[in-house]
């Protein structure tokens, strides 16, 4: 939250900031996770948030039930220190009787059975002094219940989490596995309804699979519902024509339940994506985009790039064709390529998915053989400086604004030689092939969310 430290704005005027890390894709040293992190420029504050919260999120039922014995052992809590308080204050009241109720013993002995009237008077005003020790007693009665009754609570909380500890400790390995993935589904669902942010990390690689060649693609649908998991699979980078469908990233990962489709004419490059269930890839020795439909095994359209160079003419710093790349982000299918009025610099151009026609394009002025790799994310092309090891994300071009500026993002590059790196929005991780491994990154994003009311 944008705010200075004095009363707070309108609510119309608030806008929400903070950076999200994301695990969507278990590791052995790092599970699915949220993390925010700001700090504070020009003197004002960045509050940063923790998602999913309790307000976003449904948990579990256990989780509800621990959440509620956390709150009963708060009440007890405050309960034991109101008693506390309360028996503090008044034990403070008895001693000060107990002093005053022997300086009336001791009048009274000493009166050896006659009193004077004004003696008398002084007595009665002492007796009344000790009214109130009834109604203490009474309230030292009523603690003595309540201390018995939070005891049998503590008693009853003890025994609910002993409980829910022995349940935990029962479940298998599957039956954990099944939670954490039902956990990562709703951390997903959390993170559909954040904003579009500004890549500022990439986590440690988690190497999925190690199959194929030393080129290639592998990706996910990124329209699809989030029960279809499906993986494509695309060894080679020219002439192939072979793509592997896997029904899960289980399937996958254990190169099982798989069907093949054979595409009627060869790819070139490594570029490809799946979007709402087409495959596009580049058409071997030509400028030609491809659609081809899964379902009905049929290419639905067909239509060159406009002047894209092709064949190894303008490739990526590793070659391999690579000289049209296709994308998907949150705001749709994007071209990246060259051509020669352009002068060798990476072009960005965005496609109608149904037409193939260039809605738009942006030179970059950034020489696409300087670039290892590329990916979109939000509108903004982020260019690596090389395909090898020590390679860094070098190179942001903001397509909203027609500006860039150069980064320093590094993420490392296990294999030492990537071939292929792209972003899905819809699981919000790089899909990456990195000599014959198929690789995972996540990535840590800033965003600028505004509020209810905002323009």
Same mark, same amino acid.
């Given at each position: 939250?944008?705010?200075?430290?004095?009363?707070p704005p309108?609510?119309?005027s608030l806008?929400f900031?903070?950076?999200?890390?994301l *695990?969507?894709?278990?590791?052995? =040293? &790092?599970?699915?996770? #949220?993390?925010? @992190?700001?700090? %504070?420029p020009?003197?004002?504050?960045?509050?940063t948030?923790?998602?999913?919260?309790?307000?976003?999120?449904?948990?579990?039922?256990?989780?509800?039930?621990?959440?509620?014995?956390?709150?009963k052992?708060?009440?007890?809590?405050?309960s034991m220190?109101?008693?506390?308080l309360?028996t503090?204050?008044?034990?403070?009241?008895?001693?000060?009787?107990?002093?005053?109720?022997?300086?009336?013993?001791?009048?009274?002995r000493a009166?050896?059975?006659?009193?004077?009237?004004?003696?008398?008077q002084?007595?009665?005003?002492?007796?009344?002094e000790?009214l109130?020790?009834?109604?203490?007693?009474?309230?030292?009665k009523?603690?003595?219940? *309540?201390?018995?009754?939070?005891? =049998? &609570?503590?008693?009853? #909380?003890?025994? @609910?989490?002993? %409980?829910?500890?022995?349940?935990?400790?029962?479940?298998?390995?599957?039956d954990?596995?099944?939670?954490?993935?039902?956990?990562?589904?709703r951390?997903?669902a959390?993170?559909?309804?954040?904003g579009?942010?500004k890549?500022?990390?990439v986590?440690?690689?988690?190497?999925?699979?190690?199959m194929?060649?030393?080129?290639?693609?592998?990706?996910?649908?990124?329209?699809?519902?989030?029960?279809?998991?499906?993986v494509?699979y695309m060894?080679g980078?020219?002439k192939?024509?072979?793509?592997?469908?896997?029904?899960?990233?289980?399937?996958?990962?254990?190169?099982?339940?798989?069907?093949q489709h054979?595409?009627?004419?060869?790819?070139?490059?490594?570029?490809?994506?799946?979007?709402?269930?087409?495959?596009?890839y580049?058409?071997?020795?030509s400028?030609?985009?491809?659609?081809?439909?899964?379902?009905?095994?049929?290419v639905?359209?067909?239509?060159?790039?406009?002047?894209?160079?092709?064949?190894?003419?303008?490739p990526?710093?590793?070659?391999?064709?690579?000289?049209?790349?296709f994308?998907?982000?949150?705001?749709?299918?994007w071209?990246?390529?060259t051509?020669?009025?352009?002068?060798?610099?990476?072009?960005?151009?965005?496609?109608?998915?149904?037409?193939?026609?260039?809605?738009?394009?942006?030179?970059?002025?950034?020489?696409?053989?300087?670039?290892?790799?590329?990916?979109?994310?939000?509108?903004v092309?982020?260019?690596?400086?090389?395909?090898?090891?020590?390679?860094?994300?070098?190179?942001?071009?903001?397509?909203n604004?027609?500006?860039?500026?150069?980064?320093?993002?590094?993420?490392?590059?296990?294999?030492?030689h990537?071939?292929m790196?792209?972003?899905?929005?819809?699981?919000?991780?790089l899909?990456?092939?990195?000599?014959?491994?198929?690789?995972?990154?996540?990535?840590?994003?800033f965003?600028?969310?505004?509020?209810?009311?905002?323009?």
């Amino acid at each position: 939250m944008w705010a200075t430290m004095g009363a707070p704005p309108p609510l119309s005027s608030l806008l929400f900031s903070h950076t999200l890390r994301l *695990t969507l894709f278990q590791s052995p =040293e &790092e599970g699915w996770q #949220l993390y925010t @992190s700001a700090q %504070a420029p020009d003197g004002k504050c960045i509050c940063t948030a923790v998602i999913p919260a309790q307000s976003t999120c449904s948990r579990d039922g256990r989780s509800r039930e621990l959440r509620q014995l956390m709150e009963k052992v708060q009440n007890v809590s405050q309960s034991m220190e109101v008693l506390e308080l309360r028996t503090f204050r008044d034990l403070q009241y008895v001693r000060s009787m107990e002093t005053l109720m022997r300086s009336l013993d001791a009048r009274l002995r000493a009166a050896d059975g006659s009193v004077s009237a004004k003696s008398f008077q002084e007595l009665k005003d002492r007796m009344t002094e000790l009214l109130p020790l009834s109604s203490v007693l009474e309230q030292y009665k009523a603690d003595t219940r *309540t201390i018995v009754r939070l005891r =049998e &609570e503590v008693r009853n #909380l003890s025994g @609910s989490l002993a %409980a829910i500890q022995e349940e935990m400790g029962a479940y298998g390995y599957e039956d954990l596995q099944q939670r954490v993935m039902a956990l990562e589904a709703r951390l997903h669902a959390c993170a559909q309804k954040l904003g579009c942010g500004k890549l500022t990390g990439v986590s440690n690689p988690i190497t999925v699979r190690a199959m194929g060649s030393r080129f290639g693609s592998w990706m996910t649908d990124t329209m699809a519902p989030s029960a279809d998991s499906r993986v494509w699979y695309m060894d080679g980078y020219y002439k192939g024509r072979r793509v592997l469908e896997f029904r899960t990233l289980g399937d996958f990962i254990k190169g099982q339940n798989f069907i093949q489709h054979l595409l009627p004419q060869p790819w070139a490059g490594t570029g490809h994506v799946v979007y709402n269930g087409s495959l596009f890839y580049n058409k071997y020795q030509s400028n030609v985009v491809v659609k081809y439909h899964f379902r009905s095994r049929s290419v639905l359209v067909q239509r060159s790039l406009p002047g894209a160079g092709y064949n190894n003419t303008f490739p990526y710093s590793w070659g391999g064709f690579s000289d049209m790349d296709f994308m998907v982000d949150e705001s749709g299918l994007w071209a990246v390529y060259t051509t020669n009025q352009n002068a060798g610099n990476i072009v960005v151009s965005r496609l109608d998915p149904h037409t193939l026609e260039v809605m738009r394009s942006w030179d970059t002025g950034y020489p696409k053989r300087s670039a290892g790799e590329a990916f979109m994310i939000c509108g903004v092309l982020y260019v690596t400086n090389s395909h090898l090891a020590g390679a860094k994300v070098y190179f942001a071009y903001f397509t909203n604004t027609s500006s860039y500026e150069y980064t320093d993002v590094p993420f490392h590059n296990q294999y030492s030689h990537i071939s292929m790196l792209d972003y899905n929005p819809r699981e919000r991780a790089l899909y990456t092939w990195n000599n014959g491994h198929q690789v995972l990154y996540n990535v840590t994003l800033f965003h600028v969310i505004s509020t209810a009311g905002d323009p």
